[in-house]
Nanobody, 120 residues
Framework: QVQLVESGGGSVQSGGSLRLSCAASGNTYSTYCMGWFRQTPGKEREGVAAIEDDGSTTYADSVKGRFTISQDNAKKTLYLQMNGLRPEDTAMYYC??????????????WGQGTQVTVSS
């Protein structure tokens, strides 16, 4: 089992920045990737970014050039640096750890989420 705890969400004005963190514990060596998802009410959870054990990263088209995913070498903490935030980035952000799906998303274990709100 892997436990994930997100932090760093909050409210920011359009164009601002936030840095999300995700602390992982448990059997992290059983996972091959970590990633971020987001979800708004009434919509499906969508992949935002993922990073694999070899350091390769993938991003949703909507965040490319604005968001950066990274993790520490021990796979204990995952980060998402979000710059140039837009109102449409408003969502609950979830950390994930596990295995890459056919859709290039990292799925398996989930955190409880942290809210990001961007005002115009």
């Amino acid at each position: 089992q892997v436990q994930l705890v997100e932090s760093g969400g909050g409210s920011v004005q359009s164009g601002g920045s936030l840095r999300l963190s995700c602390a992982a514990s448990g059997n992290t060596y059983s996972t091959y990737c970590m990633g971020w998802f987001r979800q708004t009410p009434g919509k499906e959870r969508e992949g935002v970014a993922a990073i694999e054990d070899d350091g390769s990263t993938t991003y949703a088209d909507s965040v490319k050039g604005r968001f950066t995913i990274s993790q520490d070498n021990a796979k204990k903490t995952l980060y998402l640096q979000m710059n140039g935030l837009r109102p449409e980035d408003t969502a609950m952000y979830y950390c994930a750890a596990g295995w890459m799906s056919a859709e290039d998303e990292c799925r398996g274990y989930w955190g409880q989420g942290t809210q990001v709100t961007v005002s115009s």
